[in-house]
């Protein structure tokens, strides 16, 4: 049932996305991810829901769930040439989602961390401070 629900919710982008995206080009990958990254957490609000609404409508509201704005996320990277994936786990007790991405040869966790009072614990695990 998840990964339907993932499909239901792959980012049919409009030209306004690819274009911001595309402006945040770095003078690398990783500076890309950072820059990428920084947008996305001045510019999304975290709002939790329990239906999903899509990336189309976050990127419009400015506000999604930890599903949506990984999503967002990853579409934004790969209109870059950076490959993207996604990650689910748990912040504590709460289901989470963020992206992994493939930089020097390796996935490397990318996270905006939107719950207080969680700590990073070894290699891409979040667990509630």
């Given at each position: 049932?998840k990964?339907?629900?993932?499909?239901?919710?792959?980012?049919?982008?409009?030209?306004d996305?690819?274009?911001?995206?595309?402006?945040?080009?770095?003078?690398?990958?990783?500076?890309?991810?950072?820059?990428?990254?920084?947008?996305?957490?001045?510019?999304?609000?975290?709002?939790?829901?329990?239906?999903?609404?899509?990336?189309?409508?976050?990127?419009?509201?400015?506000?999604?769930?930890?599903?949506?704005?990984?999503?967002?996320?990853?579409?934004?990277?790969?209109?870059?040439?950076?490959?993207?994936?996604?990650?689910?786990?748990?912040?504590?007790?709460?289901?989470h989602?963020?992206?992994?991405?493939?930089l020097?040869?390796?996935?490397?966790?990318?996270?905006?961390?939107?719950?207080?009072?969680?700590?990073?614990?070894?290699?891409?695990?979040?667990?509630?401070?």
């Amino acid at each position: 049932m998840k990964y339907i629900m993932l499909l239901l919710l792959l980012p049919l982008c409009s030209a306004d996305i690819n274009g911001v995206a595309k402006g945040l080009k770095g003078l690398n990958d990783y500076h890309t991810v950072l820059k990428i990254d920084a947008y996305v957490y001045d510019t999304m609000d975290f709002k939790l829901s329990i239906f999903p609404k899509g990336v189309e409508k976050a990127w419009y509201d400015k506000t999604g769930d930890c599903t949506e704005i990984a999503m967002l996320r990853k579409y934004m990277y790969e209109v870059n040439g950076i490959r993207g994936r996604y990650a689910h786990g748990f912040a504590g007790l709460i289901p989470h989602d963020w992206v992994e991405v493939y930089l020097d040869n390796e996935w490397q966790t990318s996270e905006i961390v939107y719950f207080t009072g969680l700590k990073k614990v070894g290699d891409g695990l979040w667990i509630g401070g």
